[in-house]
T-cell receptor, first 111, second 113 residues
Framework: GNSVTQMEGPVTLSEEAFLTINCTYT??????LFWYVQYPGEGLQLLLK?????DKGSNKGFEATYRKETTSFHLEKGSVQVSDSAVYFC??????????FGSGTKLNVKP | ETGVTQSPTHLIKTRGQQVTLRCSSQ?????VSWYQQALGQGPQFIFQ???????GRGNFPPRFSGLQFPNYSSELNVNALELDDSALYLC????????????FGSGTRLTVV
């Protein structure tokens, strides 16, 4: 079956530090991969996506590359800001448009 | 485009009661999905509707049911509420067109006491 595993949090970083949040997946077929961000009390916002192997999604300084050989989609940012503090969800979407989400990783960025 | 709007934002119900949650999608969004997000967890797929018919369902019992209407609104109904139904319920919708992504609403926080 399909599933997503992401690193447990919380992750605490100082401002301007480098961020990596690991995400691996198990899937049948050819899923699309996503990172969503959730701020306190809000719904999910799409951060970036990749629809096929070797695609790189990027947005607001965040990047993730769809690695089929390692079944991974790790999220990275070179220099985090306090405003990046949120919960980040890795997800895959199968061929039936059903999303499978990881359990989320809370990021705390300190000034 | 306007966003996906869910109502109410918060709701408290008693165990055994029934609840209806609502979602108003953007015009042209023929596909709508509902997700349950328990505290500290990722969202779990409940079901999906396309042009007013259910076309996919997750591992949720039949007391979770839904409707989709021609005006791009939809409902999630839960009967015989249990304490474990306490969660954030999210709806997400999209257009039919290839490569169009889903837009998520901000959710309804349901508390069952």
């Amino acid at each position: 079956g399909n599933s997503v595993t992401q690193m447990e949090g919380p992750v605490t970083l100082s401002e301007e530090a480098f961020l990596t949040i690991n995400c691996t997946y198990t899937a049948t077929g050819y899923p699309s991969l996503f990172w969503y961000v959730q701020y306190p009390g809000e719904g999910l916002q799409l951060l970036l996506k990749a629809t096929k192997a070797d695609d790189k999604g990027s947005n607001k300084g965040f990047e993730a590359t769809y690695r089929k050989e390692t079944t991974s989609f790790h999220l990275e940012k070179g220099s985090v800001q306090v405003s990046d503090s949120a919960v980040y969800f890795c997800a895959l979407r199968d061929n039936f448009n059903k999303f499978y989400f990881g359990s989320g990783t809370k990021l705390n960025v300190k000034p | 485009e306007t966003g996906v709007t869910q109502s109410p934002t918060h709701l408290i119900k008693t165990r055994g009661q029934q609840v209806t949650l609502r979602c108003s999608s953007q015009s042209g969004h023929n596909t709508v999905s509902w997700y349950q997000q328990a505290l500290g967890q990722g969202p779990q797929f409940i079901f999906q509707y396309y042009r007013e018919e259910e076309n996919g369902r997750g591992n949720f019992p039949p007391r979770f049911s839904g409707l989709q209407f021609p005006n791009y609104s939809s409902e999630l109904n839960v009967n015989a509420l249990e304490l474990d139904d306490s969660a954030l319920y999210l709806c997400a919708s999209r257009r039919d067109r290839r490569n169009y992504g889903y837009t998520f609403g901000s959710g309804t926080r349901l508390t069952v006491v």
